[in-house]
């Protein structure tokens, strides 16, 4: 095999990434749930939106970077290169990873992508927000957790997040006396 047989390998591996990358992209956050959260007092596990911002921003590091190793003249480049795609891919997609909303039935947690991962228990809740869904503002369905210590995240409520997970939400604020708004 010669050196411009085995550089044509970067276009091929890089074609297939690029069609494999919305399947593997889409099953992530599912997988994650499942290897995360998987118990039986489980209420949601919820991965953000910028999870798959994340996992699409991993291949197409690797996409690019294949394709700058096929151009490449020099061996050392294209190793040099080829690390670089393997941590960037791997830093990326960890990200990507770590960027949910697991609510259990004893405890609340936020890991976001900038900042750190924070957990809380449901008798630290000082308010739930539940805007509902506006078709005129275009206003998507959202949750906003407000704490005693002054800390607020918020998380989409429509899809992951069913009538049983919004019933049990609802009925943790009430049964602590948490307000509930939701307009």
Known sequence: MNYTDRKSKFWVF??????IAPFVIMLT???????ISDTPDKIVFIPKGT??????LAFLVVIVVFCAMYFSKSKLFTILTGIMAVVGFLLFFSIGVQNYVYLHEDFIKNNPIWG?????QWTDLAKVTHELYN????????YIFEFDDGYTFEFIGSGIVDAKAKSKIYQKAIN???PYDEY
């Open 14 to 19: 890089a074609l297939l990434l690029f069609i």
């Open 29 to 35: 956050p599912m997988i994650v749930a499942v290897t």
């Open 51 to 56: 999870s798959m911002m994340m996992y699409g």
């Open 116 to 120: 750190s991962k924070v957990e809380y």
């Open 135 to 142: 078709e005129e503002t275009a206003r998507d369905e959202k």
């Open 176 to 178: 602590l006396d948490v």
